[in-house]
DNA sequence: TCCAACCTGAATCGGATCTTCCGGTTCCGC
DNA sequence: GCGGAACCGGAAGATCCGATTCAGGTTGGA
């Protein structure tokens, strides 16, 4: 591939995520074209259809979170802290866009392995968590994800934001759980 | 108004809100029109277009719960309790479903008075709680109601289901703070 | 009985996606 | 530099799908 088109598929990526983010869904093929300076024609040259990019970006960020997972993971820190790291992590991604993007229709095919795999590292680590006495016991790891995600997955949702926090301490083991 | 026309109505609001509880916002007016039972031209009689429908069942749910409020509210409990079962209302309700739809680009434009009275009184309540001592004080009132909305507002919400406790556990006043 | 109010659903409108295509432009090996 | 393969631009048109309209049949109720 040449350098120029290479570099017009990252652009294209970008601006569709900015304008995923910035306008919802909705956005037509061509203010995404529009918007990477790009002719429509150039567009659908690298992404046969609207479905193709989405679950391209979908797909990035999906990897992008499970190699920031892995690297969180190998560090020596309790596993709250790690749990609480990769929220802050997914707060400055467009995860939140995935989820809805993914609801209008567009069935997951090729994203599934990708969803299942992050989702698996998220359910050992809040397992681990329990163990470890920093999550509450009375709810399964997979409640634990679902919270987290609830949490971050907010639109305008921020690490430290009071709504992040109380749901953050939600999960957390008091004295009588 | 003819007594058919208005069983019509209601059949039409009820079978809308069903199918967008089941399907998501992006139901087509036809179906809702198969679904009620009639043509798809009776469906516009009643709603000149997709926008009124969907304002209509929006007010209807907001004036049902402004009702529900105001009504737990009277009763003489630990405003604690109120909130919680305010929440387990909402759980019930298709509120999530409003809020969706309202993202879909349709401003809400007389919706917006219910919308704030219905806001004040929650943030009326969560304000009362704090200072009951009920809920913890190191955030807004606002907050408070951001919390529950979204603990509420997710599909497949439940009063007593895990990730709603959690929550809700969240918000509790602890010692520390 | 009668008719205004109702209802129906095929046809129309509108807007978005997707496809095509060919002249012009740009990279990159030589 | 040069040449050509790979790219790009963007107008034009096919297609799809949901929203909306309307001419004509149906029905509640006085």
Redesign the interface.
């Known amino acids: 591939m040449r350098a120029d088109a290479q570099r017009n598929r990252e652009r294209i990526l970008t601006c569709a995520l900015d304008l995923f983010a910035a306008r ?1 869904p ?1 956005v037509s093929m061509e203010d995404i074209a529009r918007a990477a300076g790009l002719g429509i024609g150039t567009l659908y040259r690298h992404f046969p259809d609207r479905r193709a990019l989405v679950e391209e970006i979908a797909a990035d960020a999906l990897r992008g979170l499970g190699a920031e997972i892995r690297r969180l993971s190998a560090q020596e820190l309790p596993r709250w802290d790690v749990l609480t790291q990769v929220a802050a992590y997914c707060t400055g991604q467009p995860l939140a866009l995935i989820k809805s993007v993914g ?3 567009l069935a997951p095919p090729e994203r599934a392995p990708l969803q299942d795999e992050v989702d698996g590292l998220l359910r050992g680590l809040a397992e681990q968590a329990q163990r470890e006495g920093t999550v ?1 016991r ?3 790891p997979a ?1 634990v994800v ?2 987290l995600s ?1 949490a971050v997955c ?1 639109p305008g949702a921020r690490p430290d934001d ?2 992040t ?7 957390r083991a008091t004295a009588d759980a």
Do not use: H, Q, W
């Open positions: 919802g909705g609801d209008d229709g509450r009375d709810i399964s409640d679902e919270i609830t907010r009071p709504v926090r109380v749901m953050l301490d939600g999960l």
